[in-house]
């Protein structure tokens, strides 16, 4: 997976972590997509260093309509996505979000996104802080992305 | 009388077991030369049928609105993909793969065609479609048409495409729907598969036997 420079160093660079929160989120990045898509793909790494499990209930961003956490699965040849409830993370555990695994769906985005743009995403933790993180556009150009995480560690 | 017999029975089965031998020798080295495209193929990660499979008549829609049928599909290898433009990881990503492929094998691009056929014909209308193909590749094709003829030719082709509603929002129902790609011979024939995980280099590699076996 090649990623254009600029790029490449948000994602390195993006750690956010709220005072109040366990999570941290590494590596976030929105894959760009075709024009007039209605819908686009987040990925991210969460990692939780509290010492209970986190639980994520909703998402919001002011540039999408609505988020969902959706799980792709690939069962006797046909791709499915399924719709995860509650997104948790066990303490001291990390979830990956990425191409072909789990990943946010964004509804409906309110401006055009191209690489090089950002977007603010809202994860309220259940009965916990909400973390802000924010999240470069990225347009992906080869096709080994199930490793994405891998090469860039 | 005797003497005679037994040198000409041994002749005979002298004579039957050099025959037999030599059929068996034949045998083995004309089934060694017909079999010898096939036996190359036996270690493909794609799954390659031995008999290609005849497509029936269909019509369907190219993104620029000119009509689609079996007659697209000959003269040249076309990698196909069935998905659709409301679909953000899966379909993405499998278009970077055939992007990757195209490129990989540009040295025969009058002789590979890569074609992305909508299974929501619904939302998918031609300028969609053309927008979505036209950012991975501008030579992708896409493809939409009635509900009815890509039924006929999913079902012919054993490919799954089922709408999943969303109770929340009846607008942005999914579609569940075969990952993998499908290889139509330059016959217009369905002729081998490529099944997830899905690798440009393997699919190229696959892909370059399977053309030279052709």
Redesign the interface.
């Known amino acids: 997976m090649k990623l254009k420079g600029i790029a490449l160093l948000t994602l390195f660079y993006s750690l956010i972590a709220a005072a109040d929160s366990p999570l941290v989120v590494t590596e976030p990045w929105i894959?760009e997509?075709?024009?007039?898509?209605?819908?686009?793909?987040a990925y991210m790494v969460i990692s939780n260093r509290g010492t209970d499990t986190a639980t994520i209930g909703t998402i919001e961003s002011p540039d999408f309509k609505?988020i969902e956490v959706?799980r792709?699965l690939?069962e006797e040849?046909?791709?499915?996505?399924v719709p995860v409830e509650a997104l948790q993370i066990a303490a001291a555990g990390q979830v990956a979000l990425e191409?072909?695994g789990m990943?946010l769906?964004?509804?409906h985005p309110k401006r055009p996104l191209r690489e090089g743009d950002s977007v603010t995403l809202e994860l309220q933790q259940s009965d916990a802080a909400c973390i802000r993180v924010n999240v470069p556009v990225v347009r992906?150009?080869?096709?080994?992305?199930?490793d994405h995480h891998h090469h860039h560690h | 009388m005797t003497t005679q017999r037994t040198p000409s029975k041994l002749r005979l089965a002298l004579l039957f077991a050099v025959t037999t031998v030599l059929a068996v020798a034949a045998g083995y080295w004309t089934s060694g030369y017909l079999l010898k495209g096939q036996a190359g193929l036996q270690d493909l990660q794609a799954t390659h049928f031995n008999a290609a499979r005849a497509l029936q008549p269909f019509e369907l829609l190219d993104h620029t609105g000119k009509a689609f049928t079996n007659n697209e599909l000959r003269g040249h290898w076309s990698f196909i993909f069935f998905g659709y433009?409301?679909?953000?990881?899966?379909c993405?990503?499998t278009l970077?793969?055939l992007?990757?492929?195209a490129t990989r094998l540009r040295e025969q691009a009058g002789q590979t065609r890569y074609i992305f056929i909508s299974v929501d014909p619904e939302?998918d209308t031609p300028d969609?479609l053309g927008?979505?193909v036209?950012?991975?590749n501008t030579d992708f094709i896409g493809v939409t048409g009635t509900t009815e003829a890509i039924g006929q030719l999913t079902r012919q082709l054993g490919v799954?495409a089922a709408r999943?509603e969303d109770g929340a929002?009846a607008e942005?129902y999914?579609v569940?729907?075969?990952?993998?790609i499908l290889l139509i011979d330059p016959d217009g024939h369905f002729h081998a598969l490529f099944?997830?995980?899905?690798?440009?280099a393997n699919i190229v590699s696959d892909f370059t036997r399977i053309a030279e076996a052709y």
Do not use: E
């Open positions: 894959r997509a075709p024009p007039g898509a209605g819908v686009l793909a609505r959706h792709t690939v040849g046909v791709a499915r996505m191409p072909g990943h769906m964004l509804y992906m150009t080869a096709d080994d992305t199930a | 433009t409301h679909c953000p990881d899966v993405p990503t970077s793969v992007n990757s492929v939302r969609k927008q979505f036209s950012y991975f799954i999943v929002d942005n999914l569940d729907h075969t990952a993998s099944s997830p995980p899905l690798k440009a």
